[in-house]
């Protein structure tokens, strides 16, 4: 061993822990082994068993999730969920984290979270069509805060503007729970023939092994054990484990990817994500039960004296691993080379069952396979139930001030406010398929190329309802996506979840999650909306303080015809308004609560998934009509912000007298399965009578008109009033004008 | 009306215009890459959108360079018309084919939103459906669209009659309000001197079927078709 070109240090307990393998783990590590492992299969097994790669903490809980449908084509286990959307054609689509590195170094950790999650969906043979970004930042007022949200966006743009990927939708919100610990969740869909789907288990002893993309670096290495621990004071110095992404590379490395794939050269493909080499290079060769050998002096390198340690467990972007039929290299060879990509045979498939890796014919690694693949360690982690929230006094519904006050302040607050300044940012119109943005309408439509038919997209969750009632939020998470989609006309398919959680070995965080799990599986189930792909993000805490419990629901639909889609805008003066569903007046956890009254406490709002399901398919099937001129759910700052939200976008009034008495409880409270559908008044009549056959509550709210929202209680709102409000507060904070 | 779309690597609006070209002249668009060194006879060449070379060294500047170009040139010299849109514009005016550059916006963020546009001229292939002095909507999404040059290529610009297109606010103003990326004289695009060859910033195939919720970029292909069929 010592005549080694790389001298290796001595693999010790102590420098097992310090890559993140506890005692434990490595005394069972030993058992596998046989043997004291060299530096680099240490290095190799520690990404690989660490949470975020082995999904140790958390696989028990994912296995509640339903995942099959007869939509459904491909469910989680592959890079990404495939399902069905009819004439021969699949979306495919995931949501993924990059929550640590984007707190790290924002702009590169945001960019490399939409390369990874785009590779994701093109390596299973899609083109993209669609980038969500669901983002969460820590309260205005924190001094890091302005800075995350400037550099998060421009690294989200920087990206995707570049590849070409229109960034249709998402969601922003503020919370000091995030103050250490922001979340980034991007979600990419694409669009692929279902002939034409690719997979990542290996096949074919003696298959090449082949290198595609950018050359590897130093960058990244250890992401994946970054981003299974705690932050502390110091985390910044661990900037040089943030990747840096080329957009530019990546586009390139679509385009290569989609040719290749049209010829029948491929037998398995994966992108070199989190763990790079060694995750892509075990994970296909595991799932296909072979070994597999590499050299890694033929790996393409962009610095000098790399090691096989570093070569391994680099991070370094834009690069694809492949398994080429026989034969294939050539062809394979020259459309790389067209795109002026690199291109490496770097090894082949072998039936040792063996993981090997020789640099200038010495051996660096000769581990068994299938335990670096399927034994890491499972943990049954122990969990302590969230105590239920005290009811609230019932004298809070009364109002203090003037609804236009009150609705005045909401829709200015930072959860509400126009986050125009984010998109406008972002390139929504590429591909020039994109119907409604997710300002637009409840949902992001865009328009399946070559097809009349509309793909709705939409991320929810509502992490204040999941910290005070994880089950109820996991369900309402999902409830409130399918609503969404349903909002806009679409039928929705199944679901991407994102679950972002605090440290897992507190009984208090994996209680959460336990429950947001059950509340989301059962939510799945009733309403026919399975998961089909996901990531867990855990240990988002910084010096002990946890995140809110933030698993976010990334929601796809399908619309026969995209033009057919309703967007939330109020159109026609005299279109009737209507409420479907039923008004309690449920304030706990409500905006209202937070922003108003200064407290976050109470219940999360009940959900009837039985309601939920009866509402939105009479919703799809009135749209589908041509009954619904505008159409928006009501979440957030309940019926009288979903109200200003249609009168903004439209920049059109409406006369609402049944609300002239409305209390607090009426006018914000945030009671789950409801719509606000404008309907032409000659057809008004037809749409009640079409709700009371199907069961669903309805009422009028008034009338389509005038410049303002009149008959609220304390008198009239001009809708450009509330656009200023609206649409004032995010730019002047991001100008340092405003908190 | 034959046409032809250059894809440069990290072109991303080849597709789409080619989709416009195809649907108006229901002929399929030549796509000519980078590497090419000829063409078929066209009556006109899209450079389209994206960010070729990944904007690398300076907008535009390393495709101004490609072997296609010196082809676009060519044709450019017989009269054959030439339109660059976006990263098409920063790409024609590095190779020499129009006036002026384009510089990083004034608020230093990518922009894309729909702007409004004064027509300026209706005397091109490209502009003849418009009305004079019309005012369209039409998205743009860029963060380097302003254009600059000197004060006398300005003034010959605007004497020649050689200003497409302007950005206007919504009442057809011509002032700072309505300049998304603080466009000299709130030039939005320009012709060459013998208004063969055009570029612009917005995006015309990006308001060109109903699903985009707005038209009025039809008339710039039927503008093309009307002239070159």
Redesign the interface.
Same mark, same amino acid.
């Given at each position: 061993m010592t005549s080694k070109r790389w001298n290796e240090p001595a693999v010790t307990e102590a420098l097992a822990a310090e890559h993140g393998i506890k005692a434990d783990e490595y005394k069972r590590l030993l058992e596998i082994v046989g043997r004291t492992p060299t530096f680099t299969e240490l290095g190799i097994y520690s990404v690989m068993w660490s949470e975020h790669c082995s999904y140790k903490s958390s696989k028990i809980w994912l296995r509640k999730f339903p995942t099959e449908a007869p939509w459904v084509i491909c469910g989680p286990g592959e890079n990404a969920g495939v399902i069905d959307i009819g004439d021969g054609q699949a979306a495919i689509f995931k949501m993924e984290s990059h929550n640590h590195p984007s707190y790290i170094e924002p702009f590169q950790g945001a960019a490399t979270g939409v390369g990874g999650i785009l590779r994701d969906v093109f390596t299973m043979g899609a083109r993209p069509v669609a980038n969500l970004n669901a983002l969460r930042f820590g309260e205005p007022s924190h001094p890091k805060t302005r800075s995350l949200v400037a550099g998060v966006v421009a690294g989200i743009g920087h990206y995707g503007n570049c590849v070409g990927v229109p960034t249709v939708g998402g969601e922003t919100n503020f919370h000091k729970a995030y103050n250490g610990n922001c979340l980034v969740n991007a979600m990419t869909v694409g669009v692929a023939q279902q002939d034409k789907i690719f997979y990542s288990k290996a096949a074919g002893v003696g298959n090449p092994v082949v290198y595609v993309g950018s050359k590897t670096g130093r960058d990244g290495i250890h992401g994946a054990t970054m981003s299974s621990a705690e932050f502390t004071e110091d985390s910044e110095a661990k900037r040089p484990t943030v990747q840096v992404g080329d957009p530019f590379t990546e586009k390139l490395l679509i385009e290569a990817c989609l040719e290749l794939m049209a010829t029948d050269a491929i037998q398995s493909i994966q992108d070199m994500g989190a763990a790079g080499l060694t995750s892509s290079s075990v994970e296909m060769a595991g799932k296909g039960g072979l070994g597999i050998e590499l050299h890694l002096e033929k790996v393409p390198q962009r610095e000098l004296n790399m090691t096989p340690y570093e070569i391994m467990l680099s991070e370094s972007q834009e690069r694809m691993l492949i398994i080429l039929k026989p034969g294939s290299e050539d062809l394979a060879r020259s459309i790389m080379e067209k795109w002026e990509l690199d291109f490496a045979v770097i090894g082949h498939l072998t039936d040792t069952g063996r993981f090997v890796l020789k640099m200038d014919g010495e051996t660096y690694c000769d581990l068994a396979l299938a335990p670096l693949f399927d034994a890491a360690p499972l943990y049954t982690r122990p969990t302590e139930p969230t105590p239920a929230p005290a009811a609230l006094e019932p004298e809070l519904r009364a109002l203090k001030q003037s609804a236009g006050a009150v609705l005045t302040r909401l829709i200015a607050c930072p959860d509400l406010a126009s986050k125009r300044w984010i998109w406008e940012q972002y390139d929504s119109q590429v591909g020039a398929d994109t119907r409604f943005l997710s300002g637009q309408a409840d949902a992001a439509v865009v328009r399946v190329h070559g097809t009349q038919k509309g793909l709705a997209l939409s991320s929810d969750v509502t992490p204040r309802y999941c910290h005070a009632d994880p089950y109820r939020g996991g369900m309402q998470a999902v409830a409130e996506s399918y609503r969404n989609i349903s909002a806009v006309g679409a039928t929705p398919l199944a679901i991407t979840d994102n679950m972002n959680f605090g440290n897992p070995e507190k009984p208090r965080i994996m209680g959460q999650f336990a429950a947001c799990v059950e509340g989301m599986a059962e939510a799945c189930r009733v309403l026919d909306y399975p998961v089909v792909s996901g990531n867990v993000s855990l240990y988002n805490e910084t010096n002990g303080e946890g995140i809110l419990p933030t698993p976010t629901v990334g929601g796809v639909g399908l619309l026969a015809d995209g033009m057919k889609a309703v967007g939330l805008a109020l159109r026609n003066a005299g279109d009737v308004l209507l409420l479907l569903g039923e008004t309690a007046g449920h304030l706990g956890q409500s905006l209202y609560l937070r922003e108003i009254l200064g407290r976050e406490d109470g219940p999360t709002p009940p959900v009837d998934l039985a309601l939920e399901r009866r509402t939105a398919e009479l919703v799809r099937a009135l749209i589908a009509d041509g009954l619904v001129s505008a159409s928006h759910d009501v979440s957030d700052g309940g019926l009288a912000v979903a109200l200003a939200e249609m009168a903004m976008a439209g920049g059109i009034g409406a006369d609402l007298p049944v609300l002239a008495d409305a209390d607090a409880g009426t006018l914000f409270g945030e009671d789950q399965a409801r719509y606000v559908l404008a309907v032409p008044a000659d057809k008004a009549a037809e749409v009640g009578a079409r709700a009371a056959a199907a069961g669903v509550p309805v009422s009028k709210l008034g009338t389509v008109g005038g410049d303002a929202l009149t008959g609220l209680p304390g008198g009239a709102i001009p809708v450009a009033a509330l656009r200023g409000a609206n649409e004032g507060w995010l730019p002047s904070y991001m100008a340092g004008t405003a908190h | 009306m034959k046409s032809a779309v250059i894809v440069f690597?990290?072109s991303? @609006?080849d597709?789409?215009m080619a989709?416009?070209l195809e649907r108006v002249s229901g002929k399929k668009p030549h796509m000519a890459f980078h590497k090419d060194t000829d063409l078929p006879e066209v009556d006109v060449i899209a450079v389209p =959108? =994206?960010?070729s070379?990944?904007?690398?060294l300076r907008c535009g500047a390393m495709a101004a360079h490609s072997p296609i170009m010196r082809v676009v040139k060519e044709r450019a010299a017989r009269g054959v018309r030439v339109m660059g849109i976006c990263n098409g514009f920063q790409i024609l005016t590095e190779a020499g084919l129009l006036p002026g550059a384009l510089i990083r916006n004034k608020t230093l %963020?990518?922009? @894309? %939103?729909t702007v409004d546009l004064r027509v300026e001229s209706t005397n091109s292939a490209f502009t003849g459906k418009y009305g004079a002095g019309q005012i369209i909507r039409i998205?743009v =999404?860029h =963060?380097e669209g302003n254009f600059v040059a000197d004060a006398a290529t300005l003034d010959r610009l605007e004497g020649e009659g050689r200003v497409a297109f302007r950005y206007v606010t919504a009442a057809g103003a011509v002032d700072a309000e309505g300049n998304p990326n603080g466009a000299s004289r709130n030039i939005a695009g320009i012709f060459n001197e013998t208004r063969t060859v055009l570029g612009m910033m917005p995006?015309p195939?990006?308001a060109?079927?109903?699903?985009?919720?707005n038209t009025d970029g039809r008339a710039f292909f039927d503008s093309l078709l009307e002239t070159l069929s």
């Open positions: - | 690597p990290g991303n @609006c597709r789409d989709v416009a =959108g =994206g960010f070379y990944g904007d690398y %963020k990518y922009i @894309c %939103k998205p =999404g =963060g995006h195939e990006r060109f079927d109903p699903l985009h919720g």
